[in-house]
């Protein structure tokens, strides 16, 4: 209860009756059972209505309408392109960005990332030296503002959604003097699936350096020991849905960073969300956004929390109980494979392909986040970087990466998150907020300068996937022997390996193989 109370008043401002903090503490029995509700006093009398963030009207939110059921694929790298198409399809107006539910948190997030950026750029650049950038999941260029206070010299910016790129080149001719002279390019990509630095397929390409830019296709767009600094924004998790995918993301982070150059980012904390998982987790099999058939899964809720007055009774605390539904800001659905590993009732195995669905609310009908996502725990974060030269110096969960900065410099502190508009009117953030933080982890690499030069990938690892996606459905009857003479075929660069075309139906063979367990993945 302490630290459930503590992370919620980082640096909160909490009126006081006497020398104690007001807040309202109610036990109720239900059917044998003992709830305790803690109700922080923000400044607002007792039962006032939800109020709105940043001074807007008070309000009381009609319930959200529920999520369009959707196709949930299980073909590898569907997932990614699920990702690409929400990404694409995404809009925000800036000039309503304090009507969001969770605007506080996301001038946090920006917080964060933006003292990450500055830090990364100011130990990565040379003395009086360039700094050449490498943007990873830029999106449509939100922190272009932030890289051009780190006055770059050169600048590439990398995504799936082709939309988010456009709008990206359009901030970046918007943007004037900022990144005057300065080199930029974006490169359309699909992060871990063909490497960008020495792989012999070519990409989209928008350079800046033209009239007003322009598109073409360019092989390669990566260069080695090009860049100073790399950053990949709450997205690194879209690359552990395989091994290979993750591996060859590192491998060019390997091959792009110099030596002492860094590597930031910002993604879920696996362990804070299996925390949350195992503590608040439950069956939600019904309630699931997609229309799946492939098994039970498990649901985490943070909803916001409406001002109670306990005085009025039970009936008062009830009732804010079932409003806090009305206002949910984040609901995470885990795959029941996802959830036994964590609890440790299964094999962990390859720690790759935990996947969950993570679905972050703007407000009622609205969605900053709606797409799968992947588990990247940080000792397989350790294993990746140690393989590519780089080394893991930083994992500091959100609230604690605030707490070292401010114990850094308070001074500086102060002004930076008052700057970036983080505190809410109370001097903190709502609890649901902070709930919804204290899932995430700051991460900082850097490639060490005695760093053997990457390997290249094993061709078997290439060839697995390229094998199983051509036999589709007729893979799983192929026994262990068989797929791995045909991966081996494909690896070696040899014809046979591809599913021969069905037989005429006149011809059609009934007998079906008898199979061991699948090779895997």
Request: a neutral charge; one cysteine or more; charged letters at 25%.
């Amino acid at each position: 209860t302490c630290a459930w109370l503590h992370a919620r008043r980082k640096f909160a401002v909490v009126r006081r009756d006497g020398d104690r903090p007001t807040a309202w503490v109610k036990a109720a029995d239900d059917g044998g059972s003992v709830e305790v509700w803690f109700e922080r006093d923000r400044g607002a009398p007792p039962a006032a209505p939800v109020r709105a963030p940043l001074g807007g009207a008070p309000h009381a939110p009609p319930p959200p309408a529920p999520p369009a059921k959707r196709p949930l694929e299980v073909v590898e790298g569907a997932s990614q392109a699920t990702a690409a198409s929400f990404y694409n399809t995404l809009k925000r107006d800036r000039g309503t960005q304090h009507e969001t539910r969770i605007y506080h948190m996301r001038r946090f997030n920006n917080w964060v990332k933006s003292e990450l950026i500055r830090k990364a750029a100011a130990a990565s650049r040379p003395p009086g030296g360039p700094l050449s950038v490498l943007d990873l999941a830029c999106g449509k260029g939100g922190d272009l503002s932030k890289w051009a206070n780190a006055k770059p010299t050169n600048y590439v910016g990398v995504d799936i959604a082709k939309q988010s790129l456009d709008d990206a080149a359009g901030r970046l001719r918007g943007m004037g003097g900022k990144l005057a002279g300065v080199p930029c390019r974006l490169v359309e990509a699909s992060l871990g699936n063909t490497s960008l630095v020495d792989g012999d397929s070519a990409f989209a390409t928008w350079d800046g350096s033209c009239d007003g830019g322009a598109w073409s296709s360019r092989p390669r767009p990566l260069q080695r020991d090009a860049f100073h600094v790399a950053s990949m924004q709450f997205a690194i998790h879209y690359m552990f849905e395989t091994r290979p995918r993750a591996e060859a993301l590192f491998r060019d982070l390997g091959l792009a960073l110099r030596a002492g150059g860094r590597f930031v980012a910002t993604t879920i904390d696996a362990r804070a969300l299996a925390r949350a998982a195992l503590a608040r987790g439950r069956r939600a099999t019904p309630e699931t956004p997609f229309a799946v058939g492939e098994g039970p899964w498990w649901r985490v809720d943070v909803d916001d929390e409406a001002p109670v007055d306990a005085r009025k009774g039970l009936s008062a605390v009830a009732e804010a109980k079932a409003a806090r539904a009305e206002r949910r800001v984040l609901s995470v659905w885990l795959e029941d494979a996802t959830y036994e590993k964590l609890r440790g009732a299964a094999d962990a195995g390859d720690a790759f392909g935990l996947r969950y669905w993570f679905q972050l609310r703007d407000g009622d009908d609205a969605l900053a986040v709606d797409s799968p996502e992947w588990l990247a725990p940080l000792p397989v974060l350790q294993e990746l970087a140690q393989a590519a030269g780089l080394e893991l110096i930083r994992a500091d969960p959100f609230p604690q990466f605030l707490e070292l900065r401010r114990g850094e410099d308070p001074a500086g502190f102060a002004r930076s998150v008052d700057k970036m508009g983080v505190p809410d009117r109370a001097g903190s953030l709502s609890p649901a907020e902070w709930d919804v933080l204290s899932l995430y982890v700051a991460l900082e690499f850097v490639k060490k300068a005695d760093a053997p030069a990457a390997a290249a990938p094993d061709p078997f690892v290439l060839a697995f996937p390229r094998v199983k996606r051509d036999w589709g459905d007729g893979w799983k009857t192929l026994d262990k022997a068989r797929q791995l003479h045909l991966v081996a075929l494909c690896a070696r660069g040899e014809d046979g390996w591809r599913r021969p075309p069905p037989a005429p139906a006149s011809l059609a063979v009934t007998e079906r193989l008898e199979s061991d367990a699948p090779f895997g993945d």
